[in-house]
T-cell receptor
Framework: GQNIDQPTEMTATEGAIVQINCTYQ??????LFWYQQHAGEAPTFLSY????GLEEKGRFSSFLSRSKGYSYLLLKELQMKDSASYLC??????????FGTGTRLLVSP | SQTIHQWPATLVQPVGSPLSLECTVE??????LYWYRQAAGRGLQLLFY??????ISSEVPQNLSASRPQDRQFILSSKKLLLSDSGFYLC???????????FGPGTRLTVL
């Protein structure tokens, strides 16, 4: 079977740092994606981790531990425009993405 | 650069009516194409994917079907819509990064 868990909602303050966790149990693991989705819009690609460790890209970083079935997305220097849902997705095999239900992040002034 | 088009952007259809949603991709040759549905408060659910013209894999048994008549065209269809078919339908394509899926703007379908 497959199971992907993320917190439903998080709140943070502008300028702060927030970490969004994702745990997964799945067969055929072939990498983990993070997408950002603003309300009413399509998801946009943020990061892809296939090996253990931290990938940094500007204000956003993503971490993966395959042995623990765990990933996190770290957002630094939060801005109001970062208020969105963040979707964790596990790649199974070569084609399939299995998505969690997403974490809704609310950034306040 | 790659561009994914979807139309229509929004659609309101009565129960039992047919459906045809279209997705076209520019800027990428021989992409893998995907149809997802996002129901209110739920995660994205993969419906179909295609690795080439005429090649369709179905993930969830339902009253929907997909076709790929051209390399960069992907169509989602139904003969008779159900209330449960309401949702946000997203087309995705592999692109500059062949291991990554990029999403089109989506079609919001309401079945009444």
């Amino acid at each position: 079977g497959q199971n992907i868990d993320q917190p439903t909602e998080m709140t943070a303050t502008e300028g702060a740092i927030v970490q969004i966790n994702c745990t997964y149990q799945t067969s055929g693991f072939n990498g983990l994606f993070w997408y950002q989705q603003h309300a009413g819009e399509a998801p946009t690609f943020l990061s892809y981790n296939v090996l253990d460790g931290l990938e940094e890209k500007g204000r956003f970083s993503s971490f993966l531990s395959r042995s623990k079935g765990y990933s996190y997305l770290l957002l630094k220097e939060l801005q109001m425009k970062d208020s969105a849902s963040y979707l964790c997705a596990v790649k199974r095999g070569f084609q399939k993405l299995v998505f969690g239900t997403g974490t809704r992040l609310l950034v306040s002034p | 650069s790659q561009t994914i088009h979807q139309w229509p952007a929004t659609l309101v259809q009565p129960v039992g009516s047919p459906l045809s949603l279209e997705c076209t991709v520019e800027g990428t040759s021989n992409p893998n194409l995907y149809w997802y549905r996002q129901a209110a408060g739920r995660g994205l659910q993969l419906l179909f994917y295609s690795v080439g013209i005429g090649q369709i894999s179905s993930e969830v048994p339902q009253n929907l079907s997909a076709s790929r008549p051209q390399d960069r065209q992907f169509i989602l269809s139904s003969k008779k819509l159900l209330l449960s078919d309401s949702g946000f339908y997203l087309c995705a394509s592999t692109g500059v990064r062949p291991d990554t899926q990029y999403f089109g703007p989506g079609t919001r379908l309401t079945v009444l």
